[in-house]
């Protein structure tokens, strides 16, 4: 575990500290602009640079805009998350997370915003290509690999959502409805083994209410939970305009708001102290907590350093090719090894190639390797055949171009076809209506299928796509959003010359409907219900859901591995390790990830039928073989108990489960664990207090389930998910919400078109697209940052006045009537 930073006991800060006034020690706690923080230099406080991540730096070139939209400097693109995540490979992750760091330092950035941690509730989440995982485990390992490389070259990192952020969908507003279980074993463990382990520079609040309350003034998630509990010692600050109400944030331990606001939060600060409606002390805490940033890293970017980029974009490749997962490979159609072969390459994203995601990740990369370009380093351009198949940005089915690709597979030995998803089906800022292809893509292959069946799938998208002709396909690559080496990943991967090793970090389904979530998702205008509880991805399906398509943890490899001689040694009365052997039987190299899970064989609480609690990558020649060795504590047994409000072992049996994915176990043992609960009859006696708590029943996962389990776990009434009081706004009411007005849509209609104007001509538009949507389901109360400080607060009460009806003397400037 990392050693905690002693931030209120640093001499520095503390000097610092005591020599501010309440004005300037408020005005500490907002942004100076969109990513700088302020600084106080007569007080020996400089002002530091954040900028967006997680798998690039995205800092703006010159100056930056109000809205974040411009051009950035030219930065290596990685592998986004969810391919990352793919790899299993915490040392490489942790590597990316040293260059990150260094270009970082280059470009004196102080803080890079990421790794992004939320859980993938549903493949629909139009951000799943910027988070690592459905599991938590897996989540927060990956994570915490990632921030320690950040943070390893001095600079910090800031890690996101927090919390229970699983959609885009009105993603400011949305209320998120999770009963405590589901919140602490999948939503919130991730957070909590990164911050335990690596201890984040900062821990970023997500925009979302959780069980009715802003997580940006949820005084259990941000200060008794992370601060207390975890005992996190960065600073918390708000995704960008996610603050709700100041002071009360500032309560319930949200130090830092981004971005700036000309200082119109600051005056509440020093208002409410002056007031005696907040303490002084609690102003202390947040100001020493963004010092403590603020301080360590103004020193480190002092000093100028270099970064090679060759050497980054060489890591990037080898980050590329490892997140590629081997999804079918029927007769050992792949690795390519006859170079004489005639080869059609098709699909436009071989030479245009969909390599992350859109929305604040966008990076401007120094480089892009296309897969056309890297397949000529292992074949002469002679016997390479293209036809683009289908326009790459529209969904618009061309039959010219279908057919010109089949003349052009019948005519060749085999077919590489390039599809997936364009930008314009997945960003933040909205959420994907299904799980399909652009409908030119599956003719596209449906058709060149049937003209050569020696056709490969390479697949470039972000989450799990439907793949109704799987039958019809030999061989199939996901290769997800790889960066700017894409292409040279996935030829390395192709030729040979690279192993594939990636497994999937999150379950394909065959249909949405096999989804938990899926009558749940996402919600309504008001509020989302999580009504799956715990059973997330695998944990649903290993339990009795639907068979997946391709199940979590899954990945072919060139070769073959064997396991045996499975060892569960105690290390103590609740600790465990636990070893086996692995050997290479087959011809080539190759990697395997050992996969371990724990089934509890009789809870007194319902459970998934499985739960990864360990991993161990291990590269091995052919013929060898190797022992991993995981560890397994306390915690790998236990399930939060909200009764007692801790996490709770109870003595029984519980089956390790080792193998190559959640659905391919190769070898089982078992645990006894001799330990008394004192809460195992307070469960019992919720089973019968509490009908359907303790199992997945029918009524939990049915599109017609009311939420009255869901009332009776809160001990509450589940708001109204489907409608927004009829012609009653507040200053949370989004202009979604408004446009129902001739005066909302007004509005709606001003500030969309504001959005596009302030983008600079040579603007992504990706970005603009994703800010108009961003902005289309921001809340009245955000308008003033988004205008750059041009509307008031009192105009925003003015504007929610108008719409709620109130009438008005004269036409000139608005003033509100409240009182």
């Known amino acids: 575990m990392t050693e905690r930073r002693n931030y209120n006991m640093t001499p520095t800060v503390q000097d610092v500290l005591q020599g501010l006034t309440l004005e300037e020690k408020a005005s500490l706690c907002s942004g100076r602009d969109f990513w700088n923080l302020k600084g106080i230099p007569e007080k020996g406080v400089p002002s530091v640079l954040v900028t967006d991540g997680p798998h690039g730096l995205r800092k703006q070139a010159g ?480 339990t009795g859901g639907p068979e997946p398509l391709f199940p979590f943890g899954y990945g072919l490899s060139y070769t073959r591995f064997a396991y045996r001689d499975l060892r569960i040694v105690p290390q103590s009365d609740d600790e465990y390790e636990v070893a086996c052997t692995v050997t290479n039987t087959g011809k080539v190299p190759g990697a395997e990830v050992v996969q371990l899970y724990v089934r509890d064989v009789e809870a007194s609480v319902f459970r998934p039928d499985r739960e990864l609690k360990g991993f161990a990558r291990i590269e091995l020649k052919p013929g060898k073989s190797g022992t991993v060795r995981m560890k397994l504590d306390r915690r790998a047994f236990s399930f939060w108990d909200s009764g007692s409000e801790r996490w709770t072992l109870e003595a029984g049996t519980f089956e390790i489960l080792v193998g190559a994915s959640s659905a391919d176990i190769r070898l089982t043992g078992s645990i006894e664990i001799a330990i008394g609960d004192a809460l195992s009859d307070w469960a019992r006696e919720q089973r019968e207090r509490v009908p359907g708590y303790f199992a997945p029943t029918a009524a939990l996962f049915s599109e017609t389930g009311t939420g009255s389990e869901f009332e009776k776990l809160l001990g509450r009434p589940v708001p109204a998910v489907n409608r927004v009081g009829r012609r009653h706004f507040t200053r949370t009411s989004t202009l979604e919400d408004i446009r129902s007005t001739w005066f909302g849509a007004y509005l709606r209609r001003s500030f969309l078109k504001k959005v596009r104007e302030s983008a600079a001509p040579d603007a992504d538009e990706r970005n603009v697209r994703m800010m108009q949507a961003v902005v289309n389901e921001m809340p009245l109360r955000n308008l003033g940052m988004m205008s750059d400080g041009k509307v008031p607060p009192e105009t925003i009460d003015g504007i929610v006045d108008i719409l709620n009806g109130r009438v008005f003397r004269g036409i000139g400037k608005i003033r509100s009537t409240r009182r």
């Open 63 to 542: 100056d930056a805009d109000h809205l974040g939209l411009n051009t950035s400097v030219p930065a290596t693109c990685f592998p986004t998350a969810a391919g990352l995540a793919a790899t299993w490979n915490e040392t490489l992750v942790e590597e990316i997370g040293q260059a990150l760091g260094r270009e970082s330092r280059h470009h004196k950035v102080a803080v890079i915003l990421g790794p992004g941690a939320n859980i993938k509730r549903s493949p629909l989440c139009g951000r799943n290509f910027e988070y690592f995982s459905e599991d938590p485990f897996l989540t927060g390992r990956i994570a915490a690999a990632h921030i320690r490389g950040v943070q390893s070259q001095g600079v910090g990192t800031s890690l996101k959502h927090f919390a229970v952020n699983n959609q885009e969908r009105r993603r400011m507003t949305i209320d998120a409805i999770v009963d405590e279980r589901a919140m602490r074993e999948v939503y919130l463990s991730g957070f909590e083994y990164a911050v335990k382990d690596a201890q984040p520079a900062t821990v970023m609040c997500a925009y979302n209410r959780l069980n009715g309350t802003y997580c940006s003034e949820h005084r259990e998630l941000l200060r008794s939970i992370l601060k207390d509990e975890w005992a996190f010692d960065g600073l918390v600050v708000t995704d960008w305009g996610a603050a709700n109400d100041r002071v009360e944030g500032l309560k319930a331990g949200l130090d830092l708001e981004m971005p700036g606001n000309r200082g119109v939060t600051d005056a509440l600060i020093v208002a409410a102290v002056r007031n005696g409606q907040l303490d002084e002390q609690v102003v202390n805490e947040a100001v020493s907590r963004i010092l403590s940033v603020i301080l360590p890293a103004a020193a480190v970017l002092e000093e100028d350093v270099d970064c090679d980029y060759d050497e980054h974009h060489a890591l990037a490749r080898t980050a590329a090719a490892q997140s590629v997962v081997l999804l079918k490979n029927d007769n050992d159609t792949l690795p390519i090894s006859d170079t004489r072969q005639s080869i059609a390459v098709i699909g436009a994203f071989a030479k245009d190639p969909r390599y992350q995601g859109a929305g604040s990740s966008l990076i401007n990369p120094t480089r892009v390797d296309t897969a056309w370009d890297a397949i000529q380093e292992y074949v002469n351009a002679s016997v390479l055949r293209y036809a683009p198949g289908y326009e790459i940005s529209g969904e618009r089915r061309s039959q010219k171009l279908i057919d010109e690709a089949c003349a052009v597979a019948r005519e060749t030995d085999r077919v590489l076809l390039f599809a997936g998803l364009p930008d314009s089906f997945e960003s933040e800022g909205f959420d994907r209506a299904n799980l399909d292809l652009p409908a030119s893509h599956t003719a596209l292959i449906r058709a060149v299928a049937a003209a050569n069946p020696n056709t490969t799938v390479i697949l470039s998208n972000g989450a799990p796509v439907s793949m109704p002709w799987l039958s019809d396909i030999p061989a199939v690559l996901e290769s997800y959003l790889g960066g700017q080496a894409c292409g040279s990943g996935i030829a390395d991967v192709l030729f040979g010359a690279v192993n594939p090793s990636g497994r999937l970090a999150e379950t394909f389904p065959v249909r949405l409907e096999d989804v938990s979530c899926s009558p749940n998702f996402p919600g309504g205008t008001a509020a989302v219900v999580y009504a799956e509880s715990v059973y997330v991805g695998y944990r649903y399906h290993t």
